[in-house]
T-cell receptor, first 113, second 114 residues
Framework: SQQGEEDPQALSIQEGENATMNCSYKTSINNLQWYRQNSGRGLVHLILIRSNEREKHSGRLRVTLDTSKKSSSLLITASRAADTASYFCATDVGAGNNRKLIWGLGTSLGVNP | EAGVAQSPRYKIIEKRQSVAFWCNPISGHATLYWYQQILGQGPKLLIQFQNNGVVDDSQLPKDRFSAERLKGVDSTLKIQPAKLEDSAVYLC????????????FGQGTRLTVV
């Protein structure tokens, strides 16, 4: 089942602009993770934010988490053509042997040089 | 450290044939996942192993798909017989432990069923 729902589904911006993607989910989470996938490649882990954290930074990435609204956003600042990829949020849910990642459908980001 | 290794990278088969995919996770990673990703969609978990035991195979079409991780290290995923709708990228991922879900992915196997 798809818990994470990203929006927008597709985003096209110019190099240097900021890109914001959102993820909404339905159930309580242990943490929320963002991944990037370049065309035809595997997914690469970008950043993890725990359920008791509200904001996290990593380089040009900024992630926020609002557990009251069950939503997260990923901001990429000063985008580059190399940021062109699909971005997925994955929610870590459950406990013990039932712990798992549930994936959204992704946001396709195009950065025009 | 070496990443998750998958083979083959590409495979084209006719419907009703069988196919097998292989995955070698990162050394020391106890949890291994097989995902199916159809073009334009997010990954769909097929099966999750903790060491050599299955912890979740609820979305695995067991009439045609099977997977094993006999020694708790590498794993194979088999489809027999394949259908046209099985055309997808099959991704293997691993994580250190079941309670550390940061996943490391292989490059995937792109399967085309004709």
């Amino acid at each position: 089942s798809q818990q994470g729902e990203e929006d927008p589904q597709a985003l096209s911006i110019q190099e240097g602009e900021n890109a914001t993607m959102n993820c909404s989910y339905k159930t309580s989470i242990n943490n929320l993770q963002w991944y990037r996938q370049n065309s035809g490649r595997g997914l690469v882990h970008l950043i993890l934010i725990r359920s008791n954290e509200r904001e996290k930074h990593s380089g040009r990435l900024r992630v926020t988490l609002d557990t009251s609204k069950k939503s997260s956003s990923l901001l990429i600042t000063a985008s580059r053509a190399a940021d062109t990829a699909s971005y997925f949020c994955a929610t870590d849910v459950g406990a013990g042997n039932n712990r798992k990642l549930i994936w959204g459908l992704g946001t396709s980001l195009g950065v025009n040089p | 450290e070496a990443g998750v290794a998958q083979s083959p990278r590409y495979k084209i088969i006719e419907k009703r044939q069988s196919v097998a995919f292989w995955c070698n996770p990162i050394s020391g990673h106890a949890t291994l996942y097989w995902y199916q990703q159809i073009l334009g969609q997010g990954p769909k978990l097929l099966i999750q192993f903790q060491n050599n035991g299955v912890v979740d195979d609820s979305q695995l079409p067991k009439d045609r798909f099977s997977a094993e991780r006999l020694k708790g290290v590498d794993s194979t995923l088999k489809i027999q017989p394949a259908k046209l709708e099985d055309s997808a990228v099959y991704l293997c991922a691993s994580s250190f432990q079941i309670d550390n879900t940061e996943a490391f992915f292989g490059q995937g196997t792109r399967l085309t069923v004709v």
